[in-house]
């Protein structure tokens, strides 16, 4: 991912006084310590790091400052009075406000009815659309952004949806902006704007929390990283006094030497095939070949038709035309069951929504898509062989979990990818398609999944993935693929790959459909 240039000539703001201390902050839940005797201060008008493992406690911690959770132990301050009983209307009244990765955004209502949601300015009994425009215009002005405030939020972009969410908080005059992996789904572009945004409310005094698995983002935007893991503060750094890998190894207790790990396999026989797919404007004259010991990375930028392919190759959109080949054999996918039935499998971009269903618990989630192993010949579930399929795929994956009877919401993001992927692995599949795999997981996670992907290519299953990280994409991938506006655009080995001439090939748009054979 590419950024602006200023970080190397960002100072460090001289910080006076605290925004906001929290000291020796515990919080439990049902078998689980989520926060142990956690420490930390946020300075006026500084960006603060907030890093950590999924499940170190970032999150929770966030929750309690902003009233969602309410402590167990320990004192909180804001602009050095103390609070308590903190609760969401107690803490938007402080100034303080959170986006969360999700976006709580209404999508069938306007802008401004959106920032001002709960707070409607109404004249006579009735709502003032035209003053609450007015008033949402000068809101998003303070950003330099050009936003309708009487577009529907459903209509606009990830990025443009966050910057609503920023001016949201800008409306009830924010002090303290706690930000949730905010550049998750964003594009390079988007990234510069949202850096330019946080820079330009920093300048104005703003506090900000951080929180990022995008270690290297830091580097922009940063003025101090505080380390958790396992619940547990850990270290507190000036990040221009500090590295990536000094603070990854503070995250997860020890040096991870290889953040790309990637196994030599000899490439095998053709698993996989797909000829001149076509699906809407995204998908246009598609073919690709996928062999065993091989994992293909397919890169390009957002809007260029990565998981619109691989949605429909998978049958979750439909086909205009196109054949698909396994084993040699053509294969008619026009519904995700065929798809499964023929050994193809995907593992989507949005887990929460299209991976999961969050409010069934683990285990059942496992078995959900597997009933046609785990079912006796009478239709009835046999426990035996569905504790087996869901402790071995615990076991294998890591997952970490109380046990398995617990929601699939309850899990930090990490382990939610993890039973994603399970599921699938336990059907033993021959092709599997992950969509942005490492999206809002961590550093230690991350380096699971990878070597996951390196598990499955050893036994000859196919693997391919669509990624956003450039530096993923190159560490991992064998041959990668590169699309623009719907088609393919160029093919590389990993040898041959440079950042460069991806992003060379990523911007031809309404080019004709050019293959270079890899090496």
């Given at each position: 991912m590419?950024?602006?240039?200023?970080?190397k000539t960002r100072?460090?703001?001289n910080?006076n006084?605290y925004?906001v201390?929290?000291?020796?902050i515990?919080?439990?839940?049902p078998?689980?310590k989520a926060?142990?005797d956690?420490?930390?201060?946020?300075?006026?008008?500084?960006?603060?790091a907030?890093v950590?493992e999924?499940?170190?406690?970032k999150?929770?911690?966030?929750?309690?400052l902003?009233g969602?959770y309410t402590k167990?132990?320990?004192?909180?301050?804001?602009f050095?009075?103390?609070?308590?009983?903190?609760?969401?209307k107690r803490?938007?009244e402080l100034?303080i406000?959170?986006?969360?990765?999700e976006?709580?955004?209404?999508?069938?209502?306007?802008v401004?009815e959106?920032?001002?949601l709960?707070r409607e300015?109404?004249?006579?009994?009735?709502?003032?659309?035209e003053?609450?425009n007015?008033?949402?215009?000068?809101?998003?002005?303070?950003?330099?952004?050009?936003?309708?405030p009487?577009?529907?939020?459903g209509?606009?972009s990830v990025?443009?949806?966050?910057?609503?969410?920023?001016?949201?908080?800008?409306?009830i005059?924010?002090k303290?902006l706690i930000m949730?992996?905010?550049?998750s789904a964003?594009?390079?572009?988007e990234v510069?704007?949202l850096?330019?945004?946080?820079?330009?409310?920093k300048?104005e005094g703003?506090s900000?929390?951080?929180i990022s698995?995008?270690?290297?983002?830091?580097e922009f935007?940063a003025?101090?990283v505080?380390?958790?893991?396992?619940?547990?503060y850990?270290a507190?750094k000036v990040f221009?006094?500090?590295?990536?890998?000094?603070i990854?190894?503070c995250m997860?207790g020890r040096?991870?030497k290889?953040?790309f790990?990637r196994?030599s396999?000899?490439?095998?026989?053709?698993?996989?095939?797909v000829?001149d797919l076509n699906?809407?404007?995204?998908?246009r004259?598609?073919?690709?070949?996928?062999?065993?010991g091989?994992i293909v990375?397919i890169?390009?930028?957002?809007?260029a038709?990565?998981?619109?392919?691989t949605?429909a190759i998978?049958?979750?959109?439909?086909k205009?035309?196109?054949?698909?080949?396994?084993?040699?054999?053509?294969v008619t996918i026009?519904?995700?069951?065929?798809?499964?039935k023929?050994?193809?499998v995907l593992?989507?971009?949005d887990?929460r929504?299209?991976g999961?269903?969050?409010?069934?618990s683990?285990?059942?989630?496992?078995a959900?898509p597997?009933?046609?192993i785990v079912?006796?010949?009478?239709?009835?579930v046999?426990?035996k062989k569905e504790?087996?399929m869901v402790d071995e795929?615990?076991g294998s994956l890591?997952?970490k979990?109380?046990?398995?009877?617990v929601?699939?919401a309850?899990?930090s993001?990490?382990?939610q990818?993890?039973v994603v992927?399970?599921?699938?692995l336990?059907?033993?599949?021959?092709?599997?398609?992950?969509?942005?795999p490492?999206r809002g997981?961590?550093?230690?996670?991350k380096v699971?999944?990878?070597?996951l992907?390196n598990?499955?290519?050893r036994q000859?299953i196919?693997v391919?993935?669509?990624s956003s990280?450039?530096?993923?994409i190159?560490?991992?991938s064998d041959?990668?693929?590169?699309?623009?506006?719907?088609?393919?655009t160029?093919?590389?080995?990993?040898?041959?790959?440079?950042?460069?001439?991806?992003?060379e090939?990523a911007?031809?748009f309404e080019?004709?459909?050019?293959r270079?054979?890899a090496v």
């Amino acid at each position: 991912m590419i950024y602006l240039n200023q970080a190397k000539t960002r100072q460090v703001i001289n910080i006076n006084g605290y925004a906001v201390e929290m000291s020796h902050i515990s919080k439990g839940f049902p078998g689980v310590k989520a926060l142990d005797d956690v420490s930390f201060t946020l300075g006026q008008g500084e960006v603060l790091a907030l890093v950590g493992e999924n499940g170190a406690g970032k999150s929770t911690l966030m929750k309690i400052l902003s009233g969602v959770y309410t402590k167990d132990e320990g004192e909180i301050k804001v602009f050095g009075q103390a609070v308590h009983d903190l609760t969401p209307k107690r803490a938007q009244e402080l100034g303080i406000a959170i986006i969360h990765q999700e976006l709580n955004l209404c999508s069938h209502l306007t802008v401004a009815e959106n920032i001002f949601l709960g707070r409607e300015i109404a004249h006579s009994g009735l709502l003032d659309d035209e003053k609450m425009n007015e008033e949402a215009k000068k809101v998003l002005d303070r950003l330099n952004v050009s936003i309708d405030p009487a577009a529907i939020v459903g209509s606009l972009s990830v990025s443009r949806q966050q910057i609503v969410e920023i001016a949201k908080a800008l409306s009830i005059d924010v002090k303290v902006l706690i930000m949730d992996e905010p550049t998750s789904a964003l594009s390079a572009e988007e990234v510069e704007e949202l850096f330019g945004i946080i820079r330009k409310l920093k300048g104005e005094g703003c506090s900000i929390i951080y929180i990022s698995h995008r270690l290297e983002e830091l580097e922009f935007i940063a003025d101090r990283v505080i380390i958790m893991r396992d619940g547990r503060y850990i270290a507190s750094k000036v990040f221009k006094d500090t590295t990536i890998p000094e603070i990854i190894s503070c995250m997860v207790g020890r040096e991870i030497k290889e953040r790309f790990p990637r196994i030599s396999c000899e490439r095998g026989k053709k698993i996989f095939e797909v000829r001149d797919l076509n699906a809407g404007a995204l998908v246009r004259g598609i073919n690709m070949e996928l062999y065993e010991g091989e994992i293909v990375g397919i890169a390009g930028l957002i809007g260029a038709g990565r998981t619109e392919t691989t949605r429909a190759i998978f049958g979750a959109d439909p086909k205009e035309s196109g054949q698909i080949f396994v084993d040699g054999r053509e294969v008619t996918i026009r519904r995700p069951a065929d798809a499964v039935k023929a050994g193809v499998v995907l593992v989507p971009e949005d887990r929460r929504k299209d991976g999961l269903c969050v409010k069934l618990s683990v285990r059942e989630n496992i078995a959900l898509p597997n009933l046609d192993i785990v079912c006796s010949p009478i239709g009835s579930v046999d426990r035996k062989k569905e504790h087996k399929m869901v402790d071995e795929t615990i076991g294998s994956l890591d997952i970490k979990l109380p046990n398995a009877e617990v929601d699939a919401a309850s899990l930090s993001g990490g382990n939610q990818q993890k039973v994603v992927v399970g599921k699938w692995l336990a059907r033993k599949s021959r092709i599997v398609i992950f969509d942005e795999p490492t999206r809002g997981i961590d550093v230690s996670a991350k380096v699971e999944i990878y070597n996951l992907m390196n598990e499955l290519k050893r036994q000859g299953i196919g693997v391919m993935f669509v990624s956003s990280e450039m530096p993923e994409i190159m560490g991992i991938s064998d041959r990668i693929i590169v699309m623009c506006d719907g088609r393919i655009t160029g093919e590389f080995s990993s040898g041959q790959a440079t950042e460069n001439l991806i992003m060379e090939y990523a911007t031809k748009f309404e080019s004709k459909y050019v293959r270079k054979q890899a090496v």
